[in-house]
């Protein structure tokens, strides 16, 4: 194990790395992944009309804490479109061009797309969803009957899956980062996996909801429940949502 992470430090460090496709002039990849034709968008409520009570950010750091069980409540839509905003929201499309969002990523490159598996959320039916982040927008995806048993099943079983009112699930597009940085890219995937997971965390907790990542799954059982390849596109992260029990919310 030491020389496989030896040899990756390596071969992802600046001496190695390939010449970029941008630097000879590839086009750049699309700023999102296209959704499958004929799919109706659903609009979501706009980030700026939903107001929470002013909250101290060292206190929402301090309280912050990984929570596996959730109260049967239902989120509302506003809470997942503020959740989804403060996670991967477009706030500017700049002449490059590129997307400027709530979240960092290296060379603002945002080579992710947020899939939901939701169970409740109120006015949604239960089922797998797709954010279209620059039109702030969801997408019902076509997915089998059985696709919310499927991703417990990939997590190996992990119980909050299910508790969750939704589990977010972060897909990267390698090649939107690989244009620029190529080998370096899949260092930098990772890194902007866990900026994007923080700002979960810390949304969450402002309306007093919990949140639980997860790592550990099955790759190609994961990929498959999405219809990925596991390759140019792949499930890289996913973390439950919930609302807090009463319990934990005064505790």
């Avoid at 977010?168 to 244009?179: C, H, P």
């Avoid at 994961?222 to 792949?234: I, T």
Wanted: glycine share 4%; charged share 20%.
């Amino acid at each position: 194990m030491k020389d496989f992470f030896a040899e990756f430090l390596k071969k992802t460090s600046y001496p190695f790395l390939s010449p970029s496709p941008q630097s000879q002039g590839a086009p750049q990849p699309p700023l999102e992944m296209p959704l499958p034709d004929n799919l109706t968008l659903i609009p979501l409520p706009a980030p700026e009309t939903f107001s929470i009570p002013p909250a101290d950010l060292r206190a929402i750091i301090e309280q912050r804490r990984t929570l596996r069980r959730y109260a049967d409540a239902p989120l509302s839509l506003e809470e997942l479109s503020y959740l989804l905003w403060l996670t991967q929201g477009v706030k500017r499309v700049t002449s490059r061009p590129a997307t400027l969002r709530t979240v960092p990523s290296a060379g603002a490159r945002h080579a992710f797309e947020t899939f939901l598996l939701i169970n409740r959320i109120q006015g949604l039916q239960p089922g797998l969803y797709r954010f279209a982040a620059s039109q702030h927008a969801l997408a019902h995806l076509p997915a089998p009957v059985d696709i919310a048993e499927r991703i417990y099943t990939a997590t190996h079983n992990q119980e909050h899956v299910r508790l969750s009112a939704v589990t977010f699930l972060w897909v990267a597009d390698t090649w939107r980062m690989a244009w620029r940085y190529v080998e370096r890219s899949m260092r930098y995937l990772f890194l902007d996996a866990g900026h994007v997971c923080q700002n979960l965390y810390l949304a969450a907790e402002s309306i007093d909801c919990g949140v639980c990542a997860v790592g550990a799954f099955e790759d190609e059982a994961m990929n498959a429940a999405l219809e990925l390849d596991g390759v140019d596109r792949f499930v890289i992260y996913l973390a439950t949502v919930g609302r807090k029990e009463a319990a934990q919310s005064s505790a």
